[in-house]
């Protein structure tokens, strides 16, 4: 009598059985076993020329931004920065009044950053402090404390929100730089020896601006690469490769000076304790544009870059060192190690232990070890010889020691 009455009441009312099973297809369950497939199974990906410059609000990136727009190779040229004060929005306003094809996308902020990254095809590491102390060892060390923070979150970003991007690091000091960030990327799982890369475009602009000015030469038509590393006490300019043999060696040692202590002269020039951001700008956004016309057009070669090489056994035995290489649709596809003469030979050996000491910084920060200086910056039987730059604060704190 009573369920008569309940469906006069309500004629379309049914009781439904409960469920007791989980409806995988609508649940959060089936997403992350999409993304766990995603991994190991990738969809085809169109790329979308898109390059993001970190740090582009700072006096190099925005150099370097002025040059990428201007490049039909990206279509999309994303400016990020996270300090206030650099205003990259105000940058990217400037930059849309450029009557060119790449479009210009602005993110201020942190909270932005994924947005930013998200399907970039190179990512552009710069920015960061640039003023320099008189002695290289305090300073490589000093910016790298400044900066490391930088280089770490945007190395972690990246190997979440674009893992396939090529990565090229600029943020001074590069050799401990892009030690941070191939451990960083290591630890995520996402590390490819073939897609990050140290820029060491402006040793290399700066070693063939000097010798073509002395020959009289082309400077599009020649290329003095620079091997080993970036730093002012790592950099090995190969004049040798650039046919410079009928130099006598004192005008050789002269041009290995100047490229070696080019950050100091610029500093002293300009009265202000800061690089050349002009020319490092420039530079910067060439290396960029190689890799970019490499990964779309056609294999590029690029005359300097700090990268893992693949055999190195093949490359003064060191594992990581700066070569000139090529870039193609995957990355770096040819490492092309000059060959050395005498002279480069022994300054290379003086600068290895630098380099090795900067590298393990940078490896130490990233994984969490206790950091120790070089054996041969400590040992007394085997004492690693300053460079011009470091002499006269390495003779003054001599004399210190010996009062």
Known sequence: MFRQI????????????????QNYVMSDVLAQMERECEKFCPVPRFPPRKVTVVGAGSDVGRIASLFLKQQKVIKILALYDDEPEHKVLGVTTDLAHMDTSTEVEAYQGRVYLRNALYDADVVLICGGHYVLP???????????????QLVRTVSIACAQFCPHAIIAIQTPPVDCNFALCIHTLQLARTYNKRKVLGVNAINSMRANQLFCSITGSD???????VVCGTGRCTRVPVFSAAKAGNFPQ??????????????DIICKVKCNNEQGHLSLGFSTARFVINIMKGLFEKPTFIDSALVEQAHPEKC??????????????????????????QTETRILEDS??????MLNLGRCHAIGEEYCLHPDKICPCCVCPPCQTCRPCYESEKRRKTK
């Open 6 to 21: 309940l469906n006069k009441i309500r004629p379309n009312c049914q009781a439904m059985p409960r469920a007791t099973y």
């Open 134 to 148: 008189p002695c290289c060892d305090i300073s490589d060390r000093e910016l790298f404390f400044e900066n490391m």
């Open 219 to 225: 400077p599009s038509k020649s290329h003095t690469p």
């Open 250 to 263: 004192t005008q050789v040692d002269c041009l290995t000076r100047l490229v070696r202590e080019a950050d």
């Open 316 to 341: 003064y035995n060191m594992s990581i060192c700066a070569t000139p290489v090529t870039i193609s649709k995957g990355g770096v596809v040819e490492y092309a190690v000059p060959s050395l003469n």
């Open 352 to 357: 290895k232990c630098d380099l090795e000491d």
